[in-house]
């Protein structure tokens, strides 16, 4: 099940003269001499716990409910046949060349044309194609943010981004979400509060569907009144909606991009990463010429372009098979695996605990009773019980999260679902009893 | 000839709902609002000249000497079918879900083999892998650089790194070239100055392999010494190598990071994007593990990791195919476009113009006359004779490169080669003549 388990294949014979190095490797010491040569912004960058946990998840042994894998094994050879069969016939030599930066034109197009279905009319020149979603997250932050400067996040904030965030040294304030996602009237206050303080944020970064990892949904009134608020206080606002199309239940709200009217205070960030493949590393951004063509020389600088052959295939994908039907067929699993883990975790945890209910995207959040440390319970869970998940600390930059816990549910099936939360229940039993030994409970 | 050509074909039909945003465009008036958020590295990043003359380039009618284009026509659809049948039968699932940050072990022993091949030795802990070369040096950039440090780099230097070098605010010094190379004792001499002003170089970045878009190459001699420097002055050496199998004449030479020995001083950066496709935008980084442990968080939060399926084919590519056979096919069709242009120059040019005498690579590098500012004889070049180059300024941070241009041989055929020299020979008496004409000349 897990995708890179392949790689753990024992390594081909390496030539001789490749030994050497390895035999003359650093020692720490020798090591420490980089130390003080590093860039401040790499000094202070912090791991994205997620990313760490993936090696983790590696381990055949692991049930993981930590990685954010789409089922990619839905995916039918056929139909990658019959795309890869058509870039070759008719593209080949252009699609291992290298391509514009800010993208194929035909794909810009067909972008335009999936949000305009969506309710969202944007320009091809509205668009730039970027190497998936992280990607986005990224250029929007090194366009915008200086170090010390204020951005306001969604407490929890998408742990893939905490990276971005620490690499500019931006200062994250925490905005606090509850069932109808995030919590607008308390962005107002931190308004006031940091204009008060003379750091007024240079943005707001947030995920209105599906939140990751908050397993919660923006309500209309909410987007609403902060697209208000963004208008009256000149916010900009960074939308990033990389699970828009994968809603289980309910009806489909409008993105904060289309609420904005092309008022031009919301960029929106998007991919192909959880409608079609997260290994094709194709995502876009949607943002004001004035702020694209700064972001076009971000990417210029990161990576020229992305694959023209990834792109070339979304392409011809998009020309030839309707991607609502795999999305649909997508959605059916994960809303299976979604009610598998809801079950699970109603039979297995404590009364104490709590979780979301996501109406869609791959995760919710789970806290659990206070006086367990999620960072400890991995620990536990991995060693003892092998299952994994991502603690909460990953998910704030201020050291909160130590009650909660990330858990996706699009990466293993139903059974293993059950299987990995009934381990879990049992790690939190353990940690319950020791605090309960140690007398923490009466 | 032009990759791209096909882009310009009229767009397809677009959703009326898109239409809203386009004609609801922003004035340059709201346009400059967002200038006050913009981060000062944004705000200072200077587009790469190359870059924006590829959107130039696309024009049918222009005979394009600017871009890099390595020939993708010679890639056999035989061998890509091949290739993708392989991922599809056997790696599906995997190549189309995301993959580690440090790339596929199994691509990194690859890399391992090749880089053997040619005498360097590594082991696959030093290998990190990259969405192409570029990335290999923003992500050498973003790790040591901080704004205002100094970097030392060959004037020219590659203009695709100046947005890298800029996005961090590095002050660069440019050490000059002649035909064996970078002048190694001017380093000596820079660190020296640049010792006593307080301000040593975090780091020197060079290519030592048919230089781009110096079109010369390092002597032996000379990367030993700058490897004695490098030790002796415990300096960082960031070694570029795109083109290293792309020679047509004369021994290989050892690479810096061979000559380094393990002792952890250089940074060795290449991609396949010049031996294979630079669509499938695969490149990689070998370095200490210590510097590469902070790269890899730097692509964390630049990618997540570099798109599986572009890796994958590349694995399968190199495990069913002789890479060199290709490279050396390759060889064959630069090296007589580069004595295409070399017979070119030598009757179109006038007689006090200069270029090198490239053993690989893609590029040359030409001196007219100090008369003739390059700049604007791009404009009427591209105006009024149809042919493109990148000026000479574009490879420099100092204002220097005036007098220069770089011409590229890759990507156009020997006839092509011929009349668009021919035509820039033309934009050269032209603008000589009005020089004349205006008195410069006696």
Redesign the interface.
């Known amino acids: 099940m897990d995708?890179?388990e392949?790689?753990t294949?024992p390594?081909?014979q390496?030539?001789p003269?490749?030994?050497?190095?390895?035999?003359?490797?650093?020692t720490p010491a020798?090591?420490a001499?980089?130390?003080a040569?590093?860039?401040?912004?790499?000094a202070g960058?912090?791991?994205?716990v997620m990313?760490d946990l993936?090696?983790l998840a590696?381990r055949p042994d692991i049930i993981s409910l930590a990685?954010?894998?789409?089922n990619?094994?839905s995916?039918e050879?056929r139909v990658?046949?019959d795309v890869?069969?058509a870039v070759?016939?008719d593209?080949?030599?252009?699609?291992?060349?290298?391509?514009?930066?800010e993208g194929?034109?035909?794909l810009r197009?067909r972008i335009?044309?999936m949000?305009?279905?969506g309710?969202a009319?944007?320009?091809?020149?509205?668009i730039m194609v970027t190497?998936?979603g992280?990607?986005a997250i990224?250029l929007s932050i090194?366009?915008?943010?200086?170090p010390g400067?204020t951005i306001l996040a969604e407490g929890p904030t998408y742990p893939?981004a905490v990276?971005?965030f620490t690499?500019?040294e931006a200062r994250v304030e925490h905005v606090p979400m509850d069932e109808d996602g995030l919590r607008v009237d308390l962005v107002e206050a931190a308004l006031d509060r940091l204009a008060a303080e003379g750091r007024p944020p240079?943005l707001l970064y947030t995920i209105p569907n599906f939140h990751n990892p908050g397993g919660v949904t923006m309500s209309l009134e909410r987007r609403r009144r902060l697209i208000r608020i963004a208008h009256e206080r000149?916010l900009?606002v960074v939308e990033d909606n990389p699970y828009g199309w994968i809603r289980f239940e309910g009806d489909p709200l409008p993105t904060l991009w289309e609420l904005d009217?092309?008022?031009?205070w919301v960029i929106h960030l998007s991919t192909f990463?959880k409608i079609l493949?997260?290994?094709?590393?194709v995502g876009w951004i949607a943002a004001?010429?004035?702020?694209l063509r700064?972001m076009n020389?971000?990417k210029?600088?990161?990576?020229?372009?992305?694959?023209?052959?990834?792109q070339r295939?979304v392409v011809e994908y998009m020309r030839r098979y309707d991607w609502r039907d795999y999305v649909a067929r997508l959605n059916a699993i994960y809303r299976s695996r979604r009610d598998a883990m809801l079950r699970a975790l109603e039979e297995e945890m404590p009364p104490e605990a709590t979780w979301t209910h996501p109406e869609g995207g791959l995760f919710l959040w789970a806290t659990m009773p206070p006086y367990i440390d999620t960072t400890d319970l991995l620990a536990l869970a991995v060693e003892k019980y092998e299952v994994a998940f991502v603690p909460g600390r990953g998910a704030f930059l201020d050291g909160r999260g130590g009650d909660s816990m990330r858990l996706n549910f699009s990466g293993v099936d139903e059974a293993t679902i059950a299987e990995g939360v009934r381990r879990l229940g049992l790690a939190v039993a353990e940690m319950t009893e020791l605090h309960r030994a140690l007398g923490g409970l009466t």
Chains 1, 2 share one sequence.
Not at 17 to 26: D, P, V
Not at 37 to 42: D, L, P, V, W, Y
Not at 288 to 291: D, E, F, L, S, T
């Open positions: 995708p890179r392949e790689e294949t390594p081909q390496i030539p003269a490749a030994r050497r190095h390895a035999e003359s490797a650093l020798d090591a001499r980089y130390d040569r590093f860039a401040s912004r790499a960058i912090v791991s994205s990313r993936m090696s590696e990685g954010g894998f789409p990619t094994e995916f050879r990658f046949d890869v069969e070759a016939r593209h080949l030599a252009s699609a291992l060349q290298y391509g514009p930066t194929l034109h035909e197009e335009v044309e949000m305009a279905e309710g009319a944007a320009d091809v020149d509205d190497s998936g992280q990607q990224d090194r366009t915008f943010v200086d400067d893939g990276p971005s690499t500019y240079k000149e900009i009217d092309g008022a031009g990463s493949s997260p290994g094709v590393r004001p010429a004035a702020v700064k020389l971000g210029q600088a990161q990576d020229l372009c992305t694959s023209t052959l990834s295939i």
